[in-house]
T-cell receptor, first 114, second 112 residues
Framework: DAGVIQSPRHEVTEMGQEVTLRCKPI?????LFWYRQTMMRGLELLIY????????DSGMPEDRFSAKMPNASFSTLKIQPSEPRDSAVYFC????????????FGDGTRLSIL | GESVGLHLPTLSVQEGDNSIINCAYS??????FIWYKQESGKGPQFIID?????DKRQGQRVTVLLNKTVKHLSLQIAATQPGDSAVYFC???????????FGKGTRLSVIA
């Protein structure tokens, strides 16, 4: 079975540009999570969805960040405008059932903002 | 200047020995715990989980122990192999249908 699929795997862009990260969760999973991982702060939860509806976005750092889930098989995380401090690895994860269930992670998008 | 990153605890183990990775949690209301393994360039990979109504759970070469009295969780890896080298994260979920909260991680280095 296919796991969580993220694209692109790597993204390098200049500050001020719009960045869109994409995620396809595991089929049948009803929870989707976006995380950011940095050396300084470790793994941080940004936002999560249940049945395509955003439940908690308190981890989203600024208004420059937005996330959508238009359907059960696709989600995006957008940064506009991007800044060098947004450089990190962004992970998407999905799970089935309640939030206290194993989350399955994609291999992440390594984002570098110059 | 040079940025200061997280100083991950590191555990170095000889190949073939058993490894024990520890994790402390702070919230006595946490009722679900999980261990992940993260290899370089990859996402965290689920290893094993345990609920608060259990003290011990075993998987293939791994055992998770939960001590609710002292709020401590451990992951034991039997006969550690070079492929076990990775960063290991514990995570907890607090009751009330809240998402996982991840610890900072421990780096396991296996010496061949």
């Amino acid at each position: 079975d296919a796991g969580v699929i993220q694209s692109p795997r790597h993204e390098v862009t200049e500050m001020g540009q719009e960045v869109t990260l994409r995620c396809k969760p595991i089929s049948g999973h009803d929870y989707l999570f976006w995380y950011r991982q940095t050396m300084m702060r470790g793994l941080e939860l940004l936002i999560y969805f249940n049945n395509n509806v955003p439940i908690d976005d308190s981890g989203m750092p600024e208004d420059r960040f937005s996330a959508k889930m238009p359907n059960a098989s696709f989600s995006t995380l957008k940064i506009q405008p991007s800044e060098p401090r947004d450089s990190a690895v962004y992970f998407c994860a999905s799970s089935f059932g309640q939030t206290n269930q194993p989350q399955h992670f994609g291999d992440g998008t390594r984002l570098s903002i110059l | 200047g040079e940025s200061v990153g997280l100083h991950l605890p590191t555990l170095s183990v000889q190949e073939g020995d058993n490894s024990i990775i520890n994790c402390a949690y702070s919230n006595s209301a946490s009722d679900y715990f999980i261990w992940y393994k993260q290899e370089s360039g990859k996402g965290p990979q689920f290893i094993i989980d345990i609920r608060s109504n259990m003290d011990k759970r075993q998987g293939q070469r791994v055992t998770v122990l939960l001590n609710k009295t002292v709020k401590h969780l451990s992951l034991q890896i039997a006969a550690t192999q070079p492929g076990d080298s990775a960063v290991y994260f514990c995570a907890e979920s607090r009751s009330g249908n809240t998402p996982l909260v991840f610890g900072k991680g421990t780096r396991l280095s296996v010496i061949a």
